[in-house]
């Protein structure tokens, strides 16, 4: 007899990996703890409930990442996609869903299969025996929170994210801004130029503190404490402790000398530094945010050097429990520690509804593949789906790992194409149709393995 697959979870990430393994002929069991166990954000028993906005974001699957993604899952039969398409709201360029319909089908599409069965209850301890999948999301339960802590050391696993904003290299303006690591620490010349450098003279840092203050800032959602706040500060609430404390802080100017303008001493300097292997992001070090996203690239674009940024993605501080995924886990999203359990969805260092589906999608598949013996063909890294799961399980810094939207700036450039704004939508076509050509090369590979 095939051995079971237990998933723990059943939101995003779950539901969709339970349906992928299921496909393959696996037999399923989904261990909910909803509505026995609730958490602060969920309202309903439903697997794949939306806990906030019912956005799917962009359908574009020519020039953006995500509507990408949603034609890699459609492509590989996906039922979050599949039930988001049959509930769709119109909104434009974006796929927004009819958030019960929507969560109501993909139950019922679980449990109207026979190899899947559905427990509810809390699972607190890690399963020492069997093939698991852990896909607990943002609110995993503090039980089993503390178990996976034990295990891997308190320090890889987190309890809130802090995210400094990404911004994508190549918007970054470099006749304002230079290449220095402070007091030129390092080693090699690589490491002596590991930061990037943006100076403010006085009067245009005064106005940025202006403006961070007057900034509309997020609330704390219920149920969220500010018990994470001594380490990683909002620069709006150092800002708020004293004018010159973001100066004294991730702002410091002090070792650091402009080429552009070498007898003129910086007041203030904003630092980002390398997010991905490939250099293609930097992070704004130190700038985790609570400002709104709109108020947030208007206060950045005001750092000379990023007047034309364009970001990754934008900071923010939320609730969200999530492994040093590029320590701990193998290509295959399996705990090195203890290859019996996968993790999948947001607990893994992925965010928002899309991607956590994505990588149950993927889990599940492997699980699958483990489970009946099958080949496993490496996932394509120029794809969507590869991006990103090379991002968590290696590409990204593990020492400043925050969780992450899929994005362009995961993808290996591609050849002989013009950089900056001008060259973008052909870059991005390209990205996108090397991308479906890896994928549909993969599923192809899947399926004859099968
Ligand atoms: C307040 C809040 C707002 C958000 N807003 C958005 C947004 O607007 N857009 C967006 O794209 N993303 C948003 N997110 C992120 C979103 O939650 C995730 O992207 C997505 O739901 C993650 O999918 P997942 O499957 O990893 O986790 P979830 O969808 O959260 O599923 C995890 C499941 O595991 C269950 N569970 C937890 N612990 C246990 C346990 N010990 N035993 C058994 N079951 C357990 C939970 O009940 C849940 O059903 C938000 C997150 C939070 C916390």
Redesign the pocket.
Known sequence: MTQELHI???????SEAAWQAAQLGVNVVI????PK?E?F??RTGN???????N?F?SDDDEQNAVGLLHWEMRAADGLIMATADRHRLPAGGALAVDRDPFAEDVTAALKALPNVRVEY????ELPRDGQWII???????S??GQAIAAETGADALAFFDAIAPIVYAESIDMSKAWMQSRYDKGETEEERKAYLNCPMDRAQYEAFIDALLAADKTEF?DGETAGYFDGCLPIEVMAERGRETLRHGPMKPVGLTNPHQPDVKAHAVVQLRRDNALGTLYNIVGFQTKMKYGAQTEVLRMIPGLEEARFARLGGI???TFLNSPTLLDAQMRLKSRPNIRF????TGV???????AM?LLAGRMAAAEILGRPLPEVPQDSAMGALIHHITGGAEAKTFQPMNVNFGLFRPVDGLKGGRRGRKDRYKAYTDRAKAAWQDWLGAMASAA
């Open positions: 723990v979870g059943g939101g995003m990430a779950g261990h909910e703890m909803r166990v958490t954000a969920h697997l794949a409930e939306m806990v906030c906005s956005s974001r209850g809390e699972i607190t896909a607990t999301g943002p609110l995993t339960s039980a089993l959602h939320h609730r969200n999948a969805g947001q607990i965010e928002g509804y899309v991607e956590s589906a149950g």
